[in-house]
C-alpha cells in the first residue's frame, strides 16, 4: 500500500508523536509506502530549528520514511491563542503543499489532534479520492472544554459540528482508548466503522536501565516518586506538590517533576511557598533519556482532573510507566486506566483532591505495606505480553489493509 500520514507533530517533536512515528516505521518495514505529512518541527517551546526556518515546503528521509514539512506559525505551550493561528496555517499549506505530492495513494491517515489536522486530511482525501482513516487520539472539542483549556463558546460549538462531521464522512475511525470508541457510538458512528487501536510501548522503555541517575543527582538512599509528561492544565499537579507537603518531616522521600509546560512556574512557586526541599523539577529530558528515570524511580505518579472525559482517557505514558516494572499510582479513581492497571494486576489510585490518599499510599509503599515490586513486576509482563507497540502496529497494518481493499 502507498499509505499518506497526516499530523501536524512528528519527531523531532516530542510526546504522542512517537506512536506515529513507530507506527509509520513498522509499516514501512512491512514493505508499505509511507508519506507523512507534517508541520516544521517547533513543539512545546515554539522554536524552530534552524535547519527549518524559512521553509514553506521541506522534504527529507527518516529511516526511510518520506517526510513533507509544511509551513506553520511556530507557537510555544504558553501561547494557547497563537497555537490557535498555528493550526490554521498547518491545515492551509498543508492542503497548498499536497499537491506536490506525486501518484495516487491507497489511504489517507488524519491524526487529531489538532482538529485541523482532521480536516486537512478530509479534504486531501476527497480531492485525491482517497480513503480516509481518521484517528482519535482525544476527543476535541470536549475535552479542551472539559479540562479547562477552552471556554465553551460559538467557536467550539462549530469545532463539535465539524468533527462530527468528519466522524460520519470518514471510511474508518481509530480510536486510541476503548472509552473514546464507545463514546463515538454513542453519539451516532457506525461500530463497524470503528476500532480500537492503543498505542503500547517500545523496547527502548521495556529493556531500559536506569544508566547510573540516583548517583548523578545524589538520590542514592531517596524513595523517589516520579512524574513525568507535561505540566498542563489537564493534570492538577498541586496535589503532589501538597503530598511532599505532607511527607515533608521524612528525608527520605523526594519527589521529582521531569518536563515542562504551563503550570511549570506557578508549581515551583507553590513548592518555594512551602519552603519544600523534597521537590525536584529537572525540566524537559531527551526522549532517549526518559525511559532512565522511569527505572530509577520507586513510585511513578500520574493524575488528571475529574471530569468525564479522564473516565475514557488512557495517557500514552502509562503503558511506559508499566514498562518500567515499578509501581504506579493515578489520580483519577474512575475511568480506563484505573481499568487497566486493575487488569494488568492492581490499581493504586488516589482522589487529587485528597492529597493525603496519596500520601498514604505512598508511606504505604516506602513501608512495605503494599507489595510494589511485585506489582510492578506484574505491569511489565503485561504490557511485554498484550501492549507492545509491535502488537498493536500490526493490527493498524491489519486493519489497513481490510479498509484499503473494502
Not at 69 to 92: E, H
Not at 135 to 141: A, H, N, T
Not at 270 to 279: C, D, F, G
Not at 326 to 337: A, H, M, N, Q, R
Amino acid at each position: 500500500m502507498r499509505i499518506l500520514l497526516i499530523t501536524q507533530h512528528f519527531p523531532p517533536e516530542r510526546g504522542a508523536v512517537r506512536r506515529l512515528y513507530e507506527f509509520a516505521l513498522f509499516f514501512k518495514n512491512q514493505g508499505h509506502q509511507v508519506t507523512v505529512l507534517t508541520a516544521l518541527p517547533n513543539y512545546p517551546d515554539g522554536v524552530v530549528p534552524q535547519q527549518y526556518r524559512g521553509k514553506f515546503f521541506l522534504r527529507e528521509d527518516i529511516n526511510g520514511l518520506d517526510v513533507c514539512r509544511s509551513y506553520v506559525l511556530p507557537a510555544s505551550n504558553a501561547q494557547p491563542k497563537k497555537r490557535m493561528v498555528g493550526f490554521l496555517t498547518f491545515l492551509a499549506s498543508s492542503v497548498i503543499n499536497s499537491f506536490r505530492l506525486k501518484g495516487k495513494f491507497d489511504l489517507v491517515i488524519a491524526s487529531s489532534p489538532p482538529v485541523t489536522s482532521s480536516l486537512s486530511g478530509y479534504i486531501i482525501s476527497r480531492l485525491s479520492r482517497t480513503k480516509l482513516v481518521l484517528e482519535i487520539r482525544d476527543l476535541q472539542p470536549e475535552s479542551g472544554e472539559q479540562f479547562g483549556n477552552i471556554n465553551k463558546s460559538f467557536f467550539t460549538e462549530i469545532i463539535r459540528r465539524v468533527m462530527r462531521f468528519l466522524y460520519k464522512k470518514s471510511d474508518h475511525v481509530v480510536c486510541v482508548t476503548e472509552g473514546i470508541a464507545e463514546w463515538m457510538e454513542k453519539n451516532g458512528v457506525e461500530k463497524g466503522r470503528l476500532t480500537t487501536i492503543k498505542s503500547g510501548v517500545g523496547n527502548d522503555f521495556l529493556n531500559s536501565h536506569s544508566n547510573g541517575i540516583r548517583k548523578k543527582y545524589g538520590w542514592e538512599d531517596k524513595f523517589l516518586v516520579v512524574f513525568s509528561g507535561t505540566l498542563g492544565w489537564v493534570r492538577p499537579l498541586e496535589s503532589i506538590i501538597e503530598t511532599a507537603r505532607l511527607l515533608a518531616d521524612n528525608k527520605k522521600y523526594h519527589f521529582v517533576f521531569i518536563g515542562d509546560g504551563q503550570k511549570r512556574r506557578s508549581l515551583e512557586v507553590l513548592a518555594n511557598q512551602y519552603n519544600l526541599k523534597n521537590i525536584s523539577f529537572i525540566g524537559l529530558r531527551p526522549l532517549e533519556e526518559i525511559p532512565y528515570y522511569l527505572k530509577a524511580s520507586d513510585l511513578l505518579v500520574e493524575c488528571l482532573k475529574e471530569v468525564p472525559v479522564a473516565r475514557v482517557a488512557l495517557p500514552t505514558k502509562i503503558f511506559e510507566y508499566m514498562a518500567a516494572g515499578k509501581p504506579i499510582v493515578f489520580g483519577s479513581t474512575d475511568g480506563e486506566t484505573s481499568r487497566l492497571l486493575s487488569e494488568a494486576g492492581g490499581a493504586l489510585v488516589f482522589s487529587p483532591s485528597n492529597p493525603a490518599q496519596l500520601a498514604q499510599l505512598v508511606k504505604g509503599l516506602y513501608d512495605g505495606e503494599i507489595d510494589g515490586a511485585g506489582l510492578g513486576q506484574k505491569y511489565r509482563e503485561f504490557v511485554n505480553n498484550y501492549h507492545t507497540r509491535e502488537q498493536w502496529a500490526q493490527k493498524y497494518l491489519e486493519l489497513l489493509d481490510k479498509v484499503g481493499n473494502s
